[in-house]
């Protein structure tokens, strides 16, 4: 039974891998945690690398990144003590993402740019790509458009020749909100619809939740409300189902522009409240997403009126909320 152990804990860690592609994160950290009392006791180390990865992986998606560094830094100790070049890149790739969420790019590239140097020499196309699109996306929150689409452009092919439509959906859902920041509305619509059609066949519901954001947006930029509504309708089902608060927030504030348009600018403020007080909220939601409906709700009430809405905001519940406009868009 103990000569079984290794290939168990292994097989439980593909399923945590499964339950986190799919956004399944209850799934996921159980079978990440079951493979860790499998493997600790024989002290198979490289069951215990992966199994604090995924577990990392989740928690950085839940918002949790103190403990999602923890567990990245640990796998990563775990694989330079076996060698494994490739829980190398992985770890330090993880170790990037946290400061991205964080708003420090710098320390987030640092980590993207060692982790690519170790998949290009092991030859890792899925590592090489991943890295690139993290690199992608770190220049893009720079307003560097050009090099983000450098970047992207240097690892679409490379998700095409592997096959991984989720990424390849994920690549062009970045695709669409660059063109979208730059006022391409055409092709934002044309590129997020591409990647909605490949979020939905992956069932990536973080991704999904993101790319449904993003046409909300280029429906209201364009006036059409009634379309809008629908996308930001089916975001907050998604959010709901994998109970993700980052994500909840993220498409609040989509929410809240979609009010500002149909009148509704005091509830509008009040969701800017809740998001701007919310525990998990990230620096890239706060100094983006948040920064911009704040501007905007500044040209829409008067001083006064905001921060009354605002502080009101702050005593709302996320998920209440959730369920409350769920409600009101199906009625």
Same mark, same amino acid.
């Given at each position: 039974?103990?000569?079984?152990?290794?290939?168990?804990?292994?097989?439980? #860690?593909? /399923?945590?891998? $499964?339950?986190?592609?799919?956004s399944d994160y209850p799934a996921a950290l159980q079978r990440a945690e079951q493979a860790w009392q499998v493997a600790q006791p024989i002290n198979d180390l490289q069951g215990m690398a992966d199994s604090l990865l995924i577990r990392g992986q989740v928690l950085a998606d839940k918002g949790d990144y103190e403990l999602a560094t923890d567990y990245y830094q640990q796998s990563l100790v775990i694989n330079r003590e076996i060698n494994n070049r490739q829980g190398i890149a992985d770890s330090l790739n993880g170790l990037g993402i946290v400061p991205y969420y964080?708003?420090?790019?710098?320390?987030?590239?640092?980590?993207?740019?060692?982790?690519?140097?170790?998949?290009?020499?092991?030859?890792?196309?899925?590592g090489i790509a991943n890295n690139l699109s993290n690199l992608s996306n770190v220049a893009a929150l720079q307003g560097d458009f050009a090099t983000a689409?450098?970047?992207?452009?240097?690892?679409?092919?490379?998700?095409?020749?592997?096959? #991984?439509?989720? %990424? $390849?959906?994920?690549?062009?859902? #970045?695709?669409?909100?660059?063109?979208?920041?730059?006022?391409?509305?055409? #092709?934002a619509s044309d590129y997020l619809l591409q990647a909605l059609v490949m979020n939905r066949e992956s069932r990536n519901r973080m991704v999904l939740v993101g790319n449904l954001n993003g046409l909300g947006y280029v429906e209201l930029a364009q006036g059409n409300l009634t379309a809008a509504a629908a996308w930001f309708q089916e975001s907050l089902a998604e959010c709901q189902a994998i109970n993700v608060p980052i994500m909840a927030l993220e498409t /609040?504030?989509?929410?809240?522009?979609?009010? $500002?348009?149909? %009148?509704?600018?005091?509830?509008a403020a009040e969701l800017a409240g809740l998001v701007e007080q919310h525990p998990v909220l990230d620096e890239y939601l706060r100094m983006h997403e948040l920064l911009n409906l704040k501007q905007a709700l500044e040209a829409?009430?008067?001083?006064?009126?905001?921060?009354?809405?605002?502080?009101?905001? %702050?005593?709302?519940? /996320?998920?209440?909320?959730?369920? %409350? /406009?769920l409600a009101e868009f199906a009625s």
């Open positions: 039974m103990e000569e079984a152990a290794p290939q168990r804990a292994a097989l439980l #860690n593909l /399923l945590g891998v $499964i339950g986190w592609r799919t964080q708003g420090d790019y710098a320390l987030a590239q640092d980590y993207f740019q060692q982790s690519l140097v170790i998949n290009r020499e092991t030859d890792n196309l899925f689409k450098s970047y992207a452009d240097q690892s679409l092919p490379i998700y095409r020749s592997i096959g #991984n439509r989720q %990424k $390849i959906a994920a690549t062009l859902n #970045n695709l669409g909100m660059w063109a979208y920041d730059q006022g391409d509305l055409a #092709n /609040l504030v989509g929410v809240a522009h979609w009010r $500002i348009q149909t %009148k509704d600018e005091v509830f829409a009430l008067p001083p006064d009126e905001l921060a009354a809405a605002l502080e009101r905001g %702050k005593g709302l519940d /996320l998920d209440a909320v959730v369920q %409350k /406009l």
